[in-house]
């Protein structure tokens, strides 16, 4: 069977949860199925080294499109991915996020993380949003199977597409194998002037959805002899309206904006957590819980469906609206060690339900399937994913 990979929606560094769902993922099948041939079509975004951090047997085609431009990246999911794919033989394309080709002589899955543009319609203007919807809507109605990551992921898919619902396969995201080692607890204690405090961690980029605000809002609500430091790690977290608010609630010298910091350093900071506060407004699936858990940190979360469904009964919840109950979780997790305790246990054990290896396992199956239906379903002779 040979793979073909739509990853033109990926810029790396800058694709959030969905790179990580790629390189994972991608990697996880390469190791499980050597005899699998798989081909990566790439957007010009993307250096020649990212493919071979993937896999090393991935071949690798580039299409003339930047994910960095809508109407570039639409032309080439619905009119150069579809001949791509034909002249690479593909038997089946896989779109990994959210949008794919509408036509093409392969079967299609289609993975769907979310529908953000729907959950928070200020993240794009009318005109993105509209087409968003359109794309995502061609997409998923000529899809052969759908992936949704969470079982909210499916249900907020069947509710916009009824259509889509007797095509949907659940398969959860995984966890990666954490490092053996981050930068030292000194050295980062050192660097960003963390001093002996507990530390309250938020690992995001700054996007509206994120909801970072409310932690700046909720550090303020926690008396100044029980404050612990908040610490927000991420891309667009040293943002000057963020520095703003937090001079504004007086909580200046309570937190420290990071901005994007690499593995190494994000590693370290897990690591000397006293907790995770993670208070979107929105989640498909919630990777940054998951990834808390499995460290032992115990977390913090906005009460939504698919945080509810990562973490279990390991995670205190939060409206989402409410600084005052955010205070209030990050204030229990950080002064009642044995909470904080019970909940790092239950953590440790809610994320073994939750691997890569499994989730390669099932998107292979997934594969395996569309192609066998796509090729009864073909008249004699029409050679599905032939040149």
Same mark, same amino acid.
Do not use: W
């Given at each position: 069977m040979h793979v073909g990979l739509d990853l033109l929606f990926l810029i790396p560094g800058e694709t959030g949860g969905r790179e990580t769902y790629a390189r994972e993922l991608i990697a996880a099948m390469c190791a499980r199925a050597p005899t699998v041939a798989f081909t990566a079509f790439i957007n010009r975004d993307v250096d020649a080294g990212f493919a071979g951090e993937l896999g090393q047997s991935l071949h690798v085609r580039r299409l003339p499109v930047s994910a960095r431009r809508p109407e570039q990246w639409g032309l080439g999911e619905l009119a150069l991915l579809p001949v791509a794919g034909r002249r690479a033989g593909v038997d089946v394309m896989h779109s990994l996020a959210n949008f794919g080709p509408a036509s093409g002589p392969f079967a299609r899955v289609l993975t769907i993380h979310d529908l953000q543009y729907r959950a928070v319609p200020e993240l794009l203007s009318r005109a993105r949003r509209i087409g968003t919807a359109a794309q995502l809507s061609l997409a998923v109605r000529q899809a052969d199977r759908i992936i949704a990551v969470s079982g909210f992921a499916r249900d907020e898919l069947v509710r916009a597409v009824p259509s889509s619902a007797q095509r949907i396969t659940v398969i959860p995201n995984g966890l990666g194998t954490p490092p053996a080692a981050g930068a030292s607890e000194h050295r980062l204690r050192a660097?960003?002037?963390?001093?002996?405090?507990? +530390?309250?961690?938020? +690992?995001?980029?700054?996007?509206?959805?994120?909801?970072?605000?409310?932690?700046?809002?909720?550090?303020?609500?926690?008396?100044?002899?029980?404050?612990?430091?908040?610490?927000? #790690?991420?891309?667009?977290?040293?943002?000057?309206?963020?520095?703003?608010?937090?001079?504004?609630?007086? +909580?200046?010298?309570?937190?420290?904006?990071?901005?994007?910091?690499?593995?190494?350093?994000?590693?370290?900071?897990?690591?000397?957590?006293?907790?995770? #506060?993670?208070?979107?407004?929105?989640?498909?699936?919630?990777?940054?819980?998951?990834?808390?858990?499995?460290?032992?940190?115990? +977390?913090?979360?906005?009460?939504?469906?698919?945080?509810?469904?990562?973490?279990?009964a390991a995670s205190l919840r939060f409206s989402p609206s409410s600084p005052t109950e955010a205070a209030d979780a990050i204030r229990r997790l950080t002064e009642d060690r044995a909470l904080a305790q019970r909940l790092a246990e239950a953590g440790r054990a809610q994320v073994a339900q939750f691997s890569w290896a499994a989730a390669a396992r099932s998107t292979l199956s997934c594969y395996a399937n569309v192609s066998a239906r796509r090729t009864d379903t073909e008249p004699p002779g029409s050679g599905i994913g032939k040149t």
């Open positions: 660097r960003f002037a963390l001093g002996a405090r507990q +530390v309250c961690l938020s +690992v995001a980029t700054n996007l509206p959805h994120k909801n970072l605000p409310l932690l700046l809002t909720a550090l303020a609500r926690i008396p100044q002899d029980q404050r612990p430091l908040l610490v927000l #790690a991420g891309l667009g977290t040293n943002d000057p309206e963020l520095r703003h608010l937090a001079r504004s609630n007086g +909580v200046e010298e309570d937190a420290r904006l990071l901005g994007y910091q690499d593995n190494e350093v994000v590693e370290g900071l897990y690591q000397l957590a006293s907790c995770l #506060a993670l208070p979107s407004r929105y989640e498909g699936f919630g990777l940054t819980a998951l990834e808390a858990m499995a460290r032992g940190v115990p +977390v913090a979360c906005s009460d939504l469906p698919a945080l509810r469904e990562v973490t279990g």
